[in-house]
């Protein structure tokens, strides 16, 4: 079974700093993708960052970066220069190349302090 | 840029009446997904939809809740008689490619039920 786990519930960070959530997940597929959504007030779930499982290179989009560890099954997502803008419930999510469904963890809110 | 729309925002229901979640996917997608969270809980898949019919869906997609594409731009969820614990952010979601692309998400309804 396809399962995602955030132990983290909830991080702080500095205005400006670099926070990590972490991510672990638990599959037998060999062929998958990885994903972070953010989920802020709003509540509008908001692509963040893509992995593909096949891919030994780390995604990055500007100031959100991950370390995917494949033999370790662990996903985390580095924010550098944390902004305000920023705070937010973040979910890691996982679904395989043949799946229809997305796994999401539980989720890691995210408080910026200015 | 492109949205995935959802209508209403927010929808109070007396528990045993009918609901109707209201979608429009982005234009040129196929792939069309509902999702909800419960309150405080992890995002939760109920259904995919490819080519006018389901092709995946979940323990929580039972009898009580349909999907429909009535006219090739709308995509509908039917709650037949909404139970207390239906109570829920509803979420829309498309993609063109399929989920591994991931998908783009509305800014969900919530739907209380009284």
């Known amino acids: 079974a396809q399962t995602v786990t955030q132990s983290q519930p909830e991080m702080s960070v500095q205005e400006a700093e670099t926070v990590t959530l972490s991510c672990t997940y638990d599959t037998s597929e060999s062929d998958y993708y990885l994903f972070w959504y953010k989920q802020p007030p709003s509540r509008q779930m908001i692509l963040v960052i893509r992995q593909e499982a096949y891919k030994q290179q780390n995604a990055t989009e500007n100031r959100f970066s991950v370390n995917f560890q494949k033999a370790a099954k662990s996903f985390s997502l580095k924010i550098s220069d944390s902004q305000l803008g920023d705070a937010a419930m973040y979910f890691c999510a996982y679904i395989t190349d043949t799946g229809n469904q997305f796994y999401f963890g539980t989720g890691t809110s995210l408080t910026v302090i200015p | 840029e492109p949205e995935v729309t959802q209508t209403p925002s927010h929808q109070v229901t007396q528990m045993g009446q009918e609901v109707i979640l209201r979608c429009v996917p982005i234009s040129n997608h196929l792939y069309f997904y509902w999702y909800r969270q419960i309150l405080g809980q992890k995002v939760e898949f109920l259904v995919s939809?490819?080519?006018?019919?389901?092709?995946?869906k979940s323990e929580i997609f039972d009898d009580q809740f349909s999907v429909e594409r009535p006219d090739g731009s709308n995509f509908t969820l039917k709650i037949r008689s909404t139970k207390l614990e239906d109570s829920a952010m509803y979420f829309c979601?498309?993609?063109?490619?399929?989920?591994?692309?991931?998908?783009?998400f509305g800014s969900g309804t919530r739907l209380t039920v009284v």
């Open positions: 939809f490819y080519n006018n019919e389901i092709s995946e």
């Open positions: 979601a498309s993609s063109d490619q399929g989920g591994d692309y991931g998908y783009t």
